[in-house]
């Protein structure tokens, strides 16, 4: 069983703060994805990584895949009331193709003005 | 709006009922992937369709059915509910070929069960 852990589960700061999340696995995955989520809606995807060492960038978030393809980060860089929400990854298998994603916990990040 | 459609967004039932739930993907996506999301257990996969064929099964009870239509919409059937059944459902589609892994979440119907 593929098992993702997320770190911190609980972050609040202030505005303008930077803040990085992990997400730690002894699996290897072919992909990751981090989603964001609001309450009572569905995770909405912000970014997909698939290259060991891969970094993106959208805004202020930053994401990077492990070179071993076994942990992500994210990083959000002077972060506003906004970005308030459950940041999830999520890593798809190896095995097949279309395979289940494997959800951490989430974190929950609260940003305050 | 990620293009997948859920209905109803809200259900309100009682022990021992049957629900249906439905979801339609993006169009063109061939996938569809149910999850269970409660406070205690976080998002957990229920099964994946893959135009119309059961692709793979994760923790589904066997109250729990699903099928996926010709036109590739979803339905997850909920039977003899408990209490503890009570939670988000989600589905979530994907493209077909190496986009695959890319899920798109619809916006989910929230269960109570009383």
């Known amino acids: 069983t593929q098992l993702l852990e997320q770190s911190p589960q609980f972050l609040s700061i202030q505005e303008g703060e930077n803040l990085t999340v992990y997400c730690n696995s002894s699996s290897v995955f072919s992909s990751l994805q981090w989603y964001r989520q609001e309450p009572g809606e569905g995770p909405v995807l912000l970014v997909t990584v698939v290259t060991g060492g891969e970094v993106k960038k959208l805004k202020r978030l930053t994401f990077q895949f492990g070179d071993a393809r076994k942990d992500s980060s994210l990083h959000i860089t002077a972060a506003q009331p906004g970005d308030t929400g459950l940041y999830l990854c999520?890593?798809?298998?190896?095995?097949?193709?279309?395979?289940?994603?494997?959800f951490g916990e989430g974190t929950q990040l609260t940003v305050n003005p | 709006d990620s293009g997948v459609t859920q209905t109803p967004k809200h259900l309100i039932t009682a022990t021992g009922q049957r629900v249906t739930l439905r979801c339609s993907p993006r169009?063109?996506?061939?996938?569809v992937y149910w999850y269970q999301q409660s406070l205690d257990q976080g998002l957990q996969f229920l099964i994946q369709y893959y135009n119309g064929e059961e692709r793979a099964k994760g923790n589904i009870l066997e109250r729990f059915s699903a099928q996926q239509f010709p036109d590739l919409h979803s339905e997850l059937n909920l039977s003899s509910l408990e209490l503890g059944d009570s939670a988000l459902y989600f589905c979530?589609?994907?493209?077909?070929?190496?986009?695959?892994?890319?899920?798109?979440f619809g916006p989910g119907t929230r269960l109570l069960v009383l």
């Open positions: 169009s063109g996506d061939l996938s």
């Open positions: 979530a589609s994907s493209a077909p070929g190496h986009l695959q892994e890319t899920q798109y």
């Open positions: 999520a890593g798809a298998g190896e095995e097949t193709s279309g395979s289940r994603l494997t």
